[in-house]
């Protein structure tokens, strides 16, 4: 059965710094994968995706993704940190086989001033 | 154009009853999925349709149903309320086609006294 792993269920990085937020899968088939990111008290928001077309993704608000096969990641970074990027962040991935999307358990960014 | 759109935002049942939640999805997409969001993890897969058909399952009791619409809107409904099933209830909308990503609503928080 396919499963996502995201490692570090609390991330803290200071205003300006790299972000990186762990993703991995596990899938016997290349799969689709997604960052959303969470707000309080509401609905996720779609980061980015990967759907094999390229192994570098660019998403919104700065942030990308590198699709690694070797390593089943899917790592989300972005070059420097900002407040506004406190939130939770969560990767998914559905395969080409079901039309189910699996959910890590999340990431809690936290941007210290 | 509009997002997913759910209704009603909070709810408060008791043990026993049941719960109609409603959503409507963004104009043109014809797949409705639902999702549970217990506080502290990541979404759980509950149901996906499309044009009108079960298309997907995830592991929870037969308490739970849901069906869509000519108009593509989908309401999800629980039965026989139990206090776990507590919880942020999320909608997505998605277009036709496997790796489409997920568009969500704000969902409704539900809580059992």
């Known amino acids: 059965a396919q499963s996502v792993t995201q490692l570090g269920s609390h991330v803290s990085v200071s205003e300006g710094a790299l972000v990186l937020l762990r993703c991995n899968y596990s899938?016997?088939?290349?799969?689709?994968l997604f960052w959303y990111v969470q707000y309080p008290n509401q609905g996720l928001q779609l980061l980015l995706k990967?759907?094999?077309?390229?192994?570098l993704v660019k998403g919104i608000n700065g942030f990308e993704a590198e699709f690694k096969k070797s390593e089943t990641s899917f790592h989300l970074t972005k070059p420097s940190a900002h407040m506004s990027d406190a939130a939770e962040y969560f990767c998914?991935?559905?395969?080409?086989?079901?039309?189910?999307?699996?959910f890590g358990t999340g990431t809690r960014l936290k941007v210290l001033a | 154009d509009a997002g997913v759109t759910q209704s009603p935002t909070h709810l408060i049942k008791t043990r026993g009853q049941h719960v109609t939640l409603r959503c409507s999805p963004i104009?043109?997409?014809?797949?409705v999925s639902w999702y549970q969001q217990v506080l502290g993890q990541g979404p759980q897969f509950i149901f996906q349709?499309?044009?009108?058909?079960?298309?997907g399952r995830g592991n929870f009791p037969d308490r739970f149903s849901a069906r869509q619409f000519p108009n593509y809107s989908s309401e999800l409904n629980v039965n026989a309320l139990l206090l776990g099933d507590s919880a942020l209830y999320l909608c997505?909308?998605?277009?036709?086609?496997?790796?489409?990503?997920?568009?969500f609503g704000d969902g409704t928080r539900l809580s059992i006294l």
């Open positions: 990967y759907t094999s077309a390229a192994t």
């Open positions: 998914a991935v559905s395969d080409s086989g079901t039309y189910k999307y699996i």
């Open positions: 104009s043109g997409h014809k797949s």
């Open positions: 349709y499309y044009e009108k058909e079960e298309r």
């Open positions: 997505a909308s998605s277009q036709q086609g496997q790796g489409q990503p997920q568009h």
């Open positions: 899938s016997s088939v290349p799969p689709y």
